[in-house]
């Protein structure tokens, strides 16, 4: 068998991108976290930990104890390397800054969504950790240095506690991903340059807010329902596991199309999904395995992020599929 890298190796020797100084060490930091990660959440229910909190983040969703306590551990672990100048989470309002004595070369902000998907936990089903790292246009940053489209994105990462927990990240030279072995404690590249299919017929959505979408969606969706008896002229599969990082992971691995579309359910709100540490993130990963991410309108990483945890409708995966929908949005629009 072909030796495989460690993740260690893989940055000291394999690392492309002009900021492999910083993101070399900050990228050992975030494996560190998401080892620390996948153990609290192993532990299931033997640590006490699979319950509700009394408190709600910044989108009033109630939390989970899981919820603050990766928090806390993403936090603690990656302030460490010298270059993370200051953080956001999905679960705090304002930004987080990172102790003077630890930012010595303090250019970067690192922003995250801890764990994905958490109202899977108490359910034993796959849950994630979402990054994305921006480089800070000052060593003290306020807000205004946070809110950087997706394109200045340096790097972007999922991690996934699945059947195996995975770290899988790209600096802008495509994708790679890579295994953890539990027992050695270290994380291995498994899946070097992952490429997503261009086609499929696979289609991942929450089915039950079919009446809330809008018409485009709700027409591609209807065309993939007909199968072969309808326009598309093949069968569709259906997925829907209700963890964003699970559901890009499978369109990594075999292809296929997630949206989590503008709906009528909550109409104050842009969407379900968060710009800055869903959206984005998980875009660059996309587009950099040759797929398409938009909001049906406009590419997600154009985006000029207008707040921390602002809210954008999400279509992403299969080139041509996501291609199809946003033709799909400009008829509807002319
Ligand atoms: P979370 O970050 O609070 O867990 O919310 C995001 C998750 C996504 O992972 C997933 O795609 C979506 O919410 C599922 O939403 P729904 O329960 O409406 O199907
Ligand atoms: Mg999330």
């Given at each position: 068998?072909?030796?495989?890298?460690?993740i260690?190796?893989?940055?000291?020797?394999h690392?492309?991108?002009?900021?492999k100084?910083?993101?070399?060490?900050?990228?050992?930091?975030?494996?560190a976290?998401?080892?620390?990660?996948a153990?609290?959440?192993?532990a299931g229910?033997?640590?006490g930990?699979?319950?509700s909190?009394?408190?709600?983040?910044?989108?009033?969703?109630?939390?989970?104890?899981?919820d603050m306590?990766?928090?806390?551990?993403?936090?603690?672990?990656?302030?460490?390397s010298?270059?993370?100048?200051?953080m956001?989470?999905?679960?705090?309002a304002?930004?987080i800054e990172?102790p003077?004595n630890?930012?010595?070369?303090?250019?970067?902000?690192?922003?995250f969504?801890?764990l994905?998907?958490?109202?899977?936990?108490n359910?034993?089903?796959?849950?994630?950790t979402?990054?994305s790292?921006?480089?800070?246009?000052?060593?003290?940053?306020?807000?205004?240095?946070f809110?950087?489209a997706?394109?200045?994105q340096?790097?972007a990462?999922?991690?996934?506690?699945?059947?195996?927990?995975?770290?899988?990240?790209?600096?802008?030279?495509?994708?790679?991903?890579?295994?953890?072995d539990?027992?050695?404690?270290?994380?291995?590249?498994?899946?070097?340059?992952?490429?997503?299919?261009p086609?499929?017929?696979?289609?991942?959505i929450?089915?039950?807010?079919?009446?809330?979408w809008?018409?485009?969606?709700?027409r591609?969706?209807?065309?993939?329902?007909?199968?072969?008896?309808g326009?598309?002229?093949e069968?569709f599969?259906?997925?829907?596991v209700?963890?964003?990082?699970a559901?890009?992971?499978r369109?990594?691995?075999?292809?296929?199309?997630f949206?989590?579309?503008?709906?009528?359910?909550?109409?104050?709100?842009?969407g379900?999904?968060?710009?800055m540490?869903?959206?984005?993130?998980?875009s660059?990963?996309?587009?950099?395995?040759?797929?398409?991410?938009?909001?049906?309108?406009?590419?997600?990483?154009?985006?000029?992020?207008?707040?921390?945890h602002?809210?954008?409708?999400?279509?992403?995966?299969?080139?041509?599929?996501?291609?199809?929908?946003?033709?799909?949005?400009?008829i509807?629009?002319?």
């Open positions: 068998m072909t030796p495989l890298y460690t260690t190796e893989f940055l000291i020797d690392l492309q991108c002009e900021h100084e910083a993101l070399a060490p900050m990228l050992a930091d975030v494996a976290a998401c080892k620390e990660i153990v609290a959440i192993e229910a033997l640590n930990n699979m319950g909190l009394d408190s709600e983040n910044v989108q009033g969703e109630v939390q989970k104890a899981l306590i990766t928090h806390d551990i993403f936090i603690a672990t990656n302030q460490r010298g270059y993370v100048a200051a956001a989470s999905e679960e705090v304002e930004i990172v003077l630890y930012r010595q070369n303090g250019d970067y902000l690192l922003v969504d801890p994905d998907g958490s109202s899977n936990v359910v034993n089903i796959s849950v994630g979402i990054f790292i921006l480089k800070s246009a000052s060593k003290q940053p306020t807000l205004a240095d809110l950087q997706g394109t200045a340096v790097c990462g999922y991690a996934l506690y699945g059947t195996s927990t995975m770290l899988v990240f790209t600096t802008g030279k495509g994708v790679n991903g890579f295994t953890l539990a027992k050695v404690g270290e994380f291995y590249l498994t899946h070097p340059n992952m490429q997503i299919t086609d499929t017929q696979e289609f991942s929450n089915m039950s807010n079919y009446r809330f809008q018409e485009p969606v709700q591609y969706v209807d065309e993939c329902l007909l199968g072969a008896d326009i598309r002229g069968d599969n259906m997925r829907w209700a963890s964003m990082v559901e890009v992971h369109i990594l691995v075999r292809g296929g199309i949206m989590y579309p503008l709906d009528m359910k909550q109409p104050t709100k842009a379900k999904l968060r710009l540490y869903e959206a984005n993130p998980m660059l990963i996309v587009e950099q395995a040759g797929g398409a991410a938009s909001t049906g309108l406009q590419r997600i990483l154009d985006i000029q992020p207008s707040g921390l602002q809210r954008v409708p999400v279509i992403m995966g299969s080139r041509n599929e996501v291609e199809r929908l946003i033709g799909y949005h400009k509807n629009a002319d």
